[in-house]
């Protein structure tokens, strides 16, 4: 179940010269629905970050692609887990291709808070934490507990 999700269209500048929507794409997909999401409760992510005086690089971004997005295909993205640390944000989504009925990826982008003042990373501020949490976040180390206790079933 998605915690959010977000749809968008392949646009011809989306696309290579085969009409299939390029790989870079899906980390612009999954940032904008990143975005989205803190827009549909408060507005802006921006804001919250000027106010904390933070900046959240990314440090890690991979996906795992399964079916290709075409020149108008209209898809999906939602994001299935955020998992929050003391020092990181790893959001996990699902990229769907609505118009063939497909799932194209797996993405994961981990995200780190830079005091901007200091150019150093700083722990998660609390107000940030609990706004994560109001859209169903996760601790990272209460998941990992949980999966490690279920390894011996």
């Given at each position: ?31 904008r629905t ?68 497909m799932k ?50």
């Amino acid at each position: 179940m998605a915690l959010y999700s977000h749809r968008f269209m392949v646009y011809w500048s989306d696309t290579d010269a085969a009409g299939i929507a390029h790989f870079s794409n899906f980390f612009r997909w999954c940032e904008r629905t990143e975005e989205e999401l803190f827009r549909s409760r408060f507005g802006s992510l921006s804001g919250l970050l000027a106010e904390a005086g933070l900046a959240f690089p990314r440090v890690k971004a991979s996906c795992n692609f399964f079916f290709p997005l075409f020149l108008h295909d209209e898809l999906r993205v939602d994001v299935v887990e955020i998992l929050v640390g003391e020092k990181s944000i790893t959001y996990r989504y699902e990229i769907h291709n609505e118009s063939k009925g497909m799932k194209s990826a797996e993405c994961e982008i981990v995200v780190v808070p830079v005091k901007l003042s200091e150019m150093r990373s700083v722990e998660i501020p609390p107000q940030i934490k609990e706004s994560l949490f109001s859209f169903g976040a996760v601790e990272k180390n209460k998941r990992v507990k949980v999966q490690e206790g279920s390894e011996g079933r």
